[in-house]
């Protein structure tokens, strides 16, 4: 298994550009989360989904949108980029209830000037 | 939701045991104790977590005070490539919190060689 992974390693972006930040992961797993991670700091939920079809907002959701079309894949869109934005992102996923245990991926380091 | 509280960094010497302290004075019954480490460049990995009794695995021990108000993640010998950000984190039960974490700045732990 690959595990989660994400694209693209890292990205440099213009104020009021627009991305998307893929996350997929092989596992089967229901539950996937975006976190985003500045520097010195704890990580900080963005958004999170516990099934195909179903997401909802974490911690820190403005400026940014999900989906969840398949078991697989959970795209983070940033809209309109701000320098608030520049950050390291990682994706995770989690199998079934009764299992703890995250997953993550090796991250996005996003930059926007 | 509980926090907790970390040192900022520790620093051990290569090859012996490593104590990482971690304060959870608000703690519920519910609470799961998770702990989870991020490598430099890394996504966290998770470690360890536990509810109520001491847990052993093949990367740590978890050390949970009587009282739960407090918990201890134990290296049993320390090698260079455990240096990390060592999070301590607390989970509520799946229905209040559909396993969202939230992550404090953590302890970095530094490895003299």
């Known amino acids: 298994n690959a595990g989660v992974t994400q694209t693209p390693k890292f990205r440099i972006l213009k104020i009021g550009q627009s991305m998307t930040l893929q996350c997929t992961q092989d596992?089967?797993?229901?539950?996937m989360y975006w976190y985003r991670q500045d520097p010195g700091m704890g990580l900080k939920l963005i958004y999170y989904s516990v099934g195909a079809g179903i997401t909802d907002k974490g911690e820190v959701p403005n400026g940014y949108n999900v989906s969840r079309s398949t078991t697989e894949d959970f795209p983070l869109r940033l809209e309109l980029a701000a320098p608030s934005q520049t950050s390291v992102y990682f994706c995770?996923?989690?199998?079934?209830?009764?299992?703890?245990?995250?997953?993550f991926g090796p991250g996005t380091r996003l930059t926007v000037l | 939701d509980a926090k907790t509280t970390q040192p900022n960094s520790m620093e051990s010497n290569e090859e012996e045991p490593v104590h990482l302290p971690c304060n959870h004075s608000t703690i519920s019954g519910t609470d799961y104790i998770h702990w989870y480490r991020q490598l430099p460049s890394q996504g966290p990995e998770y470690v360890i977590h536990?509810?109520?009794?001491?847990v052993n695995n093949r990367m740590a021990s978890l050390a949970i005070a009587e009282d739960r108000k407090s918990s201890t993640l134990i290296l049993h010998r320390a090698t260079l490539r455990d240096a990390a950000v060592y999070y301590c984190i607390l989970r509520g039960p799946h229905m209040d919190s559909n396993y969202q974490l939230i992550w404090g700045a953590g302890t970095k732990l530094i490895i003299k060689p």
């Open positions: 995770a996923s989690k199998g079934q209830v009764g299992t703890d245990t995250q997953y």
């Open positions: 536990g509810l109520t009794s001491n």
């Open positions: 596992m089967n797993h229901n539950y």
